[in-house]
């Protein structure tokens, strides 16, 4: 995904996220990663491209670093 591609999906992002951490409700299987699907049951409204400026490594899934670099990047707000 292209930074400009990324700068038009952000605001969308970070409107459509709750608040947001690793959790087990959200992890269904266990894994320590986040699908999309596993992100779509918590915030629905999370599209493809909101998911792929997030996966860095473009593995189909969120790992803790990418979590926590979209947190810092403000692409997901970190629970209180």
Same mark, same amino acid.
């Given at each position: *995904?292209?930074?400009?591609?990324?700068?038009?999906?952000? $605001? +969308?992002?970070?409107?459509?996220? $709750?608040? +947001?951490?690793? !959790?087990?409700?959200? !992890?269904?299987? #266990? %894994?320590?990663?986040?699908?999309?699907?596993?992100?779509?049951?918590? /915030? $629905?409204? *999370? /599209?493809? =491209?909101?998911? %792929?400026? *997030?996966? /860095?490594? *473009? %593995? #189909?899934?969120?790992?803790? %670093?990418?979590?926590?670099?979209?947190? =810092?990047? #403000?692409?997901?707000?970190?629970? =209180?």
């Amino acid at each position: *995904m292209s930074i400009r591609n990324a700068l038009i999906a952000l $605001p +969308f992002v970070v409107l459509a996220v $709750p608040a +947001f951490a690793q !959790d087990a409700a959200i !992890d269904k299987d #266990g %894994d320590s990663s986040y699908s999309l699907v596993e992100l779509q049951v918590a /915030t $629905p409204e *999370m /599209t493809q =491209e909101q998911f %792929d400026a *997030m996966d /860095t490594n *473009m %593995d #189909g899934l969120l790992a803790a %670093d990418e979590i926590a670099a979209a947190v =810092e990047a #403000g692409l997901l707000v970190a629970a =209180e």
